[in-house]
């Protein structure tokens, strides 16, 4: 489960490329003003880590999810002229992710039950045990809250009057990847503290518990 929840978050590494653009992008706004320069300080640092992560021949997953990330951020900025919109595309996906998810366990196709059924190789095979879907739904709420957090605590920001980048950055920062980790941590702590049932006729041939 730590290896796969590593992997998931593409290690250390992985979570650092994904706050660098960010921290760029808000460093320079706070002390220059000018959002082109900031823009271009944001996208030219993911540029940097893609050239690394080749040059290096590791996978470019996660800088590029960063760089498309800045890309948007940035069209939104720029477009508008504040530095403020930039971090508004995050807040509308999160509250997007949310909904969704929210939704899956209203109709019980929780969505941690496809990521089960991803590593078990049939999709959908954990619908025919109520016990296991009411667990993916309990699990499932645990992706929402941290979802959930960013948009009640950054919407509010981003909507109050002046130039609300320079608390918009490190909000986003704090609130990104140490969430998720928690999340995802507090996942694996419930599945390795609780009693799963299994169906009988395991390998032992009796009834049991995992």
């Not at 089960?116 to 109520?130: E, F, K, L, M, N």
């Not at 490190?170 to 049932?197: H, S």
Request: charged share 15%; glycine share 10%.
């Amino acid at each position: 489960m730590r290896a796969q929840l590593s992997k998931a978050l593409g290690g250390v590494r992985g979570m650092v490329e994904a706050a660098v653009p960010t921290i760029g992008f808000t460093a320079t706004y706070v002390a220059s003003k000018d959002i082109k320069l900031s823009v271009g300080v944001g996208i030219g640092a993911a540029v940097v880590l893609l050239v690394l992560r080749i040059a290096q021949r590791t996978s470019v997953q996660f800088v590029l999810n960063s760089l498309v990330g800045i890309a948007i951020a940035a069209f939104f900025a720029l477009r508008s002229g504040k530095a403020e919109d930039a971090f508004l595309p995050g807040i509308m996906l999160n509250a997007g992710y949310a909904a969704a998810m929210i939704f899956s366990i209203a109709v019980r196709w929780p969505i941690v039950g496809f990521i089960i059924g991803s590593v078990t190789g049939d999709p959908t095979a954990w619908r025919s045990d109520p016990g296991i879907v009411k667990l993916c739904s309990r699990l499932t709420w645990l992706l929402v809250l941290p979802c959930a957090l960013r948009v009640a605590v950054q919407y509010p920001i981003y909507l109050a009057s002046g130039d609300q980048s320079g608390l918009l950055g490190p909000a986003k920062i704090v609130m990104g990847w140490p969430l998720q980790v928690a999340a995802l941590a507090t996942m694996v702590w419930l599945l390795a503290r609780g009693r799963t049932p299994l169906p009988a006729g395991d390998d032992d041939g009796e009834p049991g518990h995992a």
